[in-house]
């Protein structure tokens, strides 16, 4: 990388003749097809490499690799293995556990491949942004040739429409102009030169000014270069190579299958390492049961004559599908899915799925700038014409939303001679124009420039005050001279006729022909002025002092990161210069119109932030994420954005909080890790940012741990986007490339979607620990049912095949149904998660225990009463086994245990749905439980009533327990549903615990919130003790020497006030807080 920027570098500085010499091309007559062809073959073509694409079976295949699975592989293989020595070999039903572990295992691999593999691919969309053909000079003849064929040293015609085919070198430009949004995230258009320029003290530029990178739009002019790279050695080929990684994206795992471990989100490097946790304990369960059933020589009651060791691996089997939660996967995947699905009508589309539930882990959202944060539209907000100062309004290009307004007294201001005038003269002096177009993907009219965007917001802001799209055409151009950045300015020459420049604009107090009208850079124009427009339309001289005056008021604009333009014009009674004379260049006609010049008035722009953006930056602080911003636009452009969308606040150190890049690799090389790390912590706001410096933040930030979120929508923000715990690039004005390195895609380009986002996330993953707690405590409490039964020697109360129907059939919906539970109501004022917390916390693991010991209490206990009613007061299993028909007589017995557990499942369902508040809480607020626990209970009535499918194939007899089965199995869910909720007063105490623990000494001073509608306190709250402000989450406001106080704030209601702290009150704007946590 180092030398490849090295090499471009010089590329830059050569003189062009010494650069054509080393690339042996002739400028005039370009590459010969031979040598072009000699070149090609030692370079290759112009294109990206591509990682190869996983196929579908691959992924298909990289499923079955999760622990939990293997040992699921594991179990059935051993069920098989197992039935096909015994004496039911010929049997076929023997063999539906293994073959339903088989299915289970096969649906979830199947769903989770799908999806990965409807995710589009970032490097297809690199290639494709590139146009097909390019336009060269072989053999001194211009010629089209494909994209893919242009090779280093290749003469290259450039013109408007044209995209850039590779890196190259120019050496002619004329008023040549180049869009490098892509590669900077700048919107603005970028002036080229053939010349290489001195850099005078000012901060250099990001890309060299005489060098044209591939896939850049030309916007403007002509040009011709010479290319010197192509391919992965171009800028973008550099970033391609970013987004593969260093391997290429070729590394492998020990299965041999592309290893994505780098990628892995939080959530599923926690499922894999609960997978791990529960696997292990599984394994040494089977283990020990199997040892002390050998031990106390249980034999298959169907084959007595079978070794003990024998029946008890198919005991560890029936146990392994207890102990292993094999709903866990489908369930996530399933959860996961639907969490897409709703995410859509957030505005949000997800590409991968675990992507869902991270973003809600974020604690810093690492965004670009321009069409991010911003609508990456130059849009004119402020204007000063004739004395006047006024303010414009509405954003984009939509020149029907908005006006003009004067500043002092918000009258409306189209009308007045120095607006009209100021905005007529400013179009007269460009080429840009405004038209509505048909958006391809959305089918939706709107209005777009063509041409210069720094024009744009001239044309929007005249079509405002009702100038007609066709208003120039009424004034004849006779001359222009483009912008060029030795002149920093425009001029034209239009014909004019009548007393003024338009009705209620400028009048002309001497007979006017022509209409001289310069535009540009302030200090260069109010220089060439002497004289300006006052509000009466009259001529006034422009002394030294007003000049002065005058570019205060542009200071004043630029301190608030507008871009600012002046506009200048000369009535004519005559052109100054010879129409007709040959000899006169452009230069001296330009120097005889940009005399005597009068100011007319500034213009002034923005790219402005997007409606809700400020809100949604407090909004995610209030949610414990840092918002940082990271741009290639200047650092006092980036620090005046920053304070508009709130990132930067008053109280921050701005040499602190908002950092030039190069501070990040002063010596050309990156600090070092430690002081990145350092700087990382406390930088909100990064100016002139490569994509390399992206990609090195957002790595910083993931060392210290922190779960990061990439927004962004340029080719600049793949990498980061692609390194990133969670990518998201924006649907309308991103480029397919960030759209293709993504994880999601906002698809209204919104900010606001990503607080959404967040929150939706969230729920999701708080839903996901509801119900993996839930399955936790069904296996869990399978695990100790059928303990007891080797244990005590009971028969074992089910078989492998009704635990899959109990886990997978009855268990599964409302499992489902918990990870669509919808978020609480303070979850965004919450803390994010560690990115290393596990996804079962210890308390949660106890409240697991704690449930599946009351299931396997009231279970047990309801199955040993069926026993002794069903097999004649029996209940050990060496007794039952001896009595005539036991067979029927245990099923019946197992029958009333199954439906009690059913039954006490359903109602555990409601009661999981918080591990800390009561089930009678909202108890229909999820209405996706009611259908759940609807389909289960159609489920069991199917499973245990069934003729053929309960009696032969589950062992169930539903009719025959009769009326007193029934009766007995409603103790099951009554028992559950007493002790579960009085073992949630312990949960409760272990969760608000572990909060607190998780409050930093730092996090419990002063917070500070924005200031709602308050009320007016009557006494100063420094003189107010700590008893006498009253209620627990009364919050109190101070603002200088006001004092306010308002009600408690959303997500406050645990959180007392301990006093306001006197003397820390701070004068600005914005309230403050004082409280604890």
């Not at 799908?114 to 691919?121: F, I, L, M, Q, R």
């Not at 007529?424 to 038209?435: D, G, H, I, P």
């Not at 290393?836 to 949660?844: A, D, G, R, T, Y």
Request: charged share 25%.
């Amino acid at each position: 990388m180092a030398d490849n920027a090295e090499k471009q570098k010089q590329d830059s500085d050569l003189p062009v003749e010494e650069l054509a010499k080393i690339y042996q091309t002739d400028l005039v007559k370009g590459l010969t097809s031979a040598k072009a062809e000699e070149i090609f073959k030692r370079d290759g073509p112009n294109e990206l490499e591509k990682p190869p694409k996983p196929t579908l079976l691959t992924l298909f295949l990289m499923q079955l690799t999760s622990f939990i699975i293997i040992l699921l592989i594991c179990a059935a293989c051993a069920s098989v293995a197992v039935n096909a020595t015994g004496p039911s070999a010929a049997d076929p039903l023997s063999y539906t556990t293994g073959v339903a572990i088989a299915i289970i295992v096969l649906i979830n691999a199947g769903i989770a491949a799908w999806t990965e593999h409807k995710a589009g691919d970032a490097l297809e969309a690199l290639s494709q942004m590139q146009q097909e053909n390019a336009t060269v000079i072989r053999d001194g003849r211009e010629t089209e040739i494909p994209v893919s064929k242009v090779v280093r040293g290749e003469v290259v015609v450039l013109g408007v429409g044209d995209v850039m085919p590779a890196d190259t070198r120019l050496f002619e430009a004329s008023d040549f102009k180049v869009s490098e949004m892509a590669l900077t995230g700048e919107p603005d258009d970028v002036a080229k030169t053939s010349k290489k320029k001195k850099n005078e003290g000012g901060e250099e530029k990001l890309l060299p000014e005489n060098m044209a990178f591939s896939s850049c739009n030309v916007t403007n002019g002509a040009g011709r270069g010479i290319v010197t790279d192509t391919g992965m050695s171009t800028r973008i080929g550099r970033i391609a190579q970013l987004i593969a990684g260093e391997d290429g994206g070729k590394k492998t795992n020990m299965c041999g299958f592309p290893d994505t471990s780098a990628n892995q989100t939080p959530l599923q490097k926690n499922l894999e390492k609960l997978g791990a946790r529960i696997g292990i304990l599984a394994i040494v369960i089977c283990i020990f049961i199997f040892i002390i059933g050998w031990a106390a020589d249980r034999r298959d009651p169907n084959n007595k004559e079978s070794a003990a060791w024998l029946y008890m691996i198919l005991v560890s089997v029936t146990l392994a599908v207890a102990a292993i939660p094999e709903g866990i996967p489908l369930c996530v995947t399933i959860s996961l899915s639907l969490g897409c699905a709703d995410m859509v009508h957030e505005h949000v589309l997800v590409r991968k799925l675990a992507a869902v539930e991270t973003l809600g882990s974020a604690s810093v959202i690492c965004s670009d700038k321009t069409g991010t944060l911003t609508e990456g539209k130059m849009t004119m907000v402020g204007m000063w014409a004739a004395g006047k100062t006024y303010t414009v309004t509405g954003k984009g290009f939509d020149p029907e939303v908005g006006g003009v307004q004067r500043a002092d007294t918000q009258a409306d201001g189209k009308n007045d001679m120095g607006v009209k005038s100021n905005l007529l003269a400013a179009l007269l002096c460009c080429n840009t124009r405004l038209e509505k177009v048909k958006n391809d993907e959305t089918g939706e009219m709107e209005w777009k420039h063509k041409g210069n965007s720094s024009e744009a917001p001239i044309v929007v802001a005249a079509r405002k005050i009702g100038f007609s799209e066709h208003i120039t055409d009424e004034y004849p151009r006779v001359l222009e001279v483009p912008f060029s950045s030795s002149r920093k300015m425009m001029l034209t020459v239009s014909e004019v006729g009548g007393a003024a420049l338009c009705q209620g604009g400028m009048p002309f107090t001497e007979p006017t022909k022509y209409l001289a009208v310069c535009k540009g850079a302030p200090n260069y124009i109010v220089d060439l002025c002497s004289e300006t427009l006052n509000e009466n339309g009259e001529a006034e001289p422009l002394t030294d002092e007003a000049k002065k005056d005058i570019l205060k008021i542009v200071d004043g604009y630029s301190t608030r990161a507008l871009r600012v333009l002046a506009v200048a014009a000369r009535p004519m009674a005559e052109l100054p210069y010879d129409p007709a004379d040959e000899d006169i260049n452009t230069d001296q006609k330009f120097a005889a119109c940009r005399q005597n010049l009068r100011l007319i008035g500034l213009v002034a722009s923005i790219d402005p932030d997007r409606d809700g953006v400020p809100e949604s930056v407090l909004a995610a602080r209030g949610a414990g994420i840092r918002v940082v911003m990271i741009t290639g636009d200047y650092l006092l452009t980036a620090r005046a954005i920053a304070k508009n969308v709130n990132i930067l606040q008053p109280t921050d150190d701005e040499d602190v909080a908002a950092v030039d890049c190069v501070c990040l690799r002063p010596n050309g090389d990156y600090i070092d890790k430690a002081e990145m790390d350092q700087l990382t912590k406390s930088v909100r706001v990064f100016a002139r940012a490569k994509p390399e410096d992206k990609l090195e933040i957002v790595k910083s930030i993931q060392r210290q741990g922190q779960v990061s979120a990439m927004t962004g929508d340029g080719v600049n923000d793949a990498p980061a986007l692609n390194q990133a715990d969670i990518g998201v690039a924006m649907g309308i004005q991103g480029t397919q490339v960030a759209k293709g390195a993504s994880d999601m895609v906002l698809t209204d380009d919104n900010f606001c979607s990503i607080v959404k986002a967040v929150e939706k996330g969230r729920a999701i993953y708080s839903g996901i620990q509801k119900f993996v707690a839930f399955i936790m405590s069904v296996h869990i409490a399978e695990v100790m049912q059928i303990f007891v039964c080797i244990v005590v020697g009971i028969p074992v109360m089910r078989t492998p095949l009704q635990i899959l129907f109990l886990i997978l059939v009855t268990d599964l919906p409302p499992s489902i149904a918990l990870g669509m539970e919808p978020g609480e109501s303070d979850i965004l004022n919450q803390k994010p998660r560690p990115k290393e917390e596990p996804i079962v916390l210890n308390w949660m693991w106890l409240a697991m225990v704690m449930n599946g010991a009351i299931l396997s209490i009231v279970i047990v206990g309801i199955y040993i009463i069926s026993l002794s009613h069903f097999c004649d007061g029996e209940f050990l299993q060496a007794r039952i086994y001896e009595l005539d028909g036991f067979e029927t007589k245990l099923s019946c017995a197992q029958t009333v245990a199954f439906i009690a557990l059913v039954w006490a499942e359903n109602i555990r369902a409601y009661i999981s749905r918080s591990f800390t508040r009561p089930m009678w809480h909202d108890i229909l607020g999820n209405k996706h439980m009611q259908k759940a626990i609807v389909m289960a209970q159609i489920c069991l009535y199917v499973a245990v009533l069934t003729p053929g499918f309960s009696d032969l194939i589950l062992g169930l007899r539903g009719v025959e327990v009769g009326i007193w089965g029934w009766a007995v199995a409603l103790l099951g869910p009554f028992g559950t549903f007493v002790l579960s909720e009085a073992a949630k007063l312990i949960s409760k105490w272990q969760a608000d615990k572990y909060q607190q623990s998780l409050v930093t000494e730092d996090e419990k001073l002063p917070v500070r919130v924005v200031k709602p509608k308050v009320q007016e306190m009557k006494e100063d709250v420094s003189s107010v003790l700590p008893n006498k402000l009253g209620k627990k989450g009364e919050v109190v406001y101070a603002s200088g020497d006001k004092n306010e106080q308002m009600e408690k704030p959303k997500g406050f209601d645990d959180m007392p006030l301990a006093a306001a702290i006197p003397g820390k009150r701070q004068q600005n704007p914005c309230c403050w807080v004082w409280c604890w946590h």
